[in-house]
Every structure is written in C-alpha cells, then in structure tokens.
C-alpha cells in the first residue's frame, strides 16, 4: 500500500533585525512515498528565485523522466496487487458461502432421503397386499415400486455421503424431485391405507389396520 512520507515546505529568511535587509530566501519542498516498498523521493529546492530540483528511487538519483515512468509503474502494480487480493478474499468468501450451503443441502436431503424410507416401509407392509392404489399420481406399478428401493434411495444414499460434491444447483434439484416423490408417496400411503379400509372385511386386518391411525 502507497505510504505518503512526512512531507513538508520550508521557507527561510536571513535578514538584520533593524535594517529589514533581505539576505536569503530559501524555499523547499519534499516528498517521500513509499510504494510497495519503493521510496520515491522528490525534492523541489528555491534559492533566491533560483530553482533546483532532485528525484530519487530508494535514495539513488535518477532524471525526472525515469521517476515519472517508474512511479507509475509502481502504482499500477500496487493497484494490481490490491485488486487480486480484493479478488482472492471475495472467492474465499464465495467459498466459504457455498460450503454452507453445500451443507445445508446436504442436511435437507438427508432428511428427505429417511422421510421417504419412512413411507417406503410403511407401504411395504404385507398388510397392504392387494390394497395398494398405484397410479399416475403417485407410483405407476409395483415395478416402479420395487426400482425405488433397489436402485434410486441407495444412489441418494451415495450422493449424501460424497465430501466432495459442489454442485450446489445439483444438490437444489436433487431435494425438488425428493419433495416431489415425498408428496407421491404420501399420496400413495393415503390413498393404499383408505382403499384396505374400505375393502378389507377381515377382523384381523381391520385391527392392525386400526393401529396405523
């Protein structure tokens, strides 16, 4: 970072007390700024309307031209270190944000992964043989039933287990379509538990029926 070193103007006076003779006049002007560990010195010197000036990088003298260049220079590539560091700590940030959502997500399906394990045991109990409503709006077939819990739960199984898994929008889709399938299943648990219950006219289904609600 571009430091601005103790910089000042001095004017002096020579002169007897009584007579208000000027002698000498002296005026001086200095700048020192340190950039990204370049000292860059100016000097502006005026001696009785006589003007002298001096430029030094890291106390060697060097002609104005060279001073303007390398000062420049000097600036520019400080700008660019401070942007790049800008840069780097948004990104550390934005990571930091993202493997908090990442988590969350990974939490929320979790949670939808043992709802649906939940409903999956209840809708295969033997009890319902017979009784499930398959349908268009919950699960076409005992097929799809039986694809649920051979292939598609341990997959989301693997996916929660991944360490590694970034692709928030992966992990937004993935509990989309696990709400989806919660709310057919649900659907389908109402819809299996009614239909034995309408239907059923054994006494021993009747009461373990009458313990599921």
């Not at 001095?10 to 003779?21: D, G, I, K």
């Not at 550390?92 to 990974?106: P, V």
């Not at 709400?179 to 059923?200: C, D, H, M, P, W």
Request: aromatic letters at 8%; hydrophobic letters at 40%; charged letters at 30%.
């Amino acid at each position: 970072m571009m430091r601005l070193l103790p910089l000042f103007c001095l004017t002096m006076l020579f002169a007897h007390p009584l007579s208000a003779r000027m002698l000498e006049q002296l005026g001086l002007f200095r700048q020192k700024e340190d950039i990204g560990g370049i000292i860059f010195d100016y000097r502006h010197e005026r001696i009785n309307g006589k003007i002298s000036e001096e430029w030094r990088i890291n106390q060697e003298p060097v002609d104005q031209e060279t001073f303007k260049k390398k000062h420049f220079a000097a600036q520019q590539q400080e700008w660019e270190q401070e942007q790049l560091a800008a840069q780097q700590e948004r990104e550390r940030q934005q990571k930091s944000h993202s493997r908090a959502r990442i988590a969350i997500l990974q939490k929320l399906t979790a949670q939808a992964r043992d709802s649906i394990e939940v409903l999956v045991k209840k809708l295969d109990n033997q009890l319902f043989d017979g009784f499930r409503a398959w349908g268009d709006d919950t699960i076409v077939s005992i097929q799809e039933f039986r694809h649920l819990k051979a292939v598609v739960l341990p997959k989301i199984a693997q996916v929660i287990d991944l360490d590694k898994v970034g692709d928030i929008c992966a992990y937004e889709k993935l509990i989309n379509k696990l709400s989806v399938l919660e709310g057919r299943l649900e659907q389908l648990y109402a819809q299996t538990l009614n239909q034995a219950i309408s239907k059923s006219d054994d006494s021993r289904v009747l009461k373990e029926l009458l313990e599921l609600v």
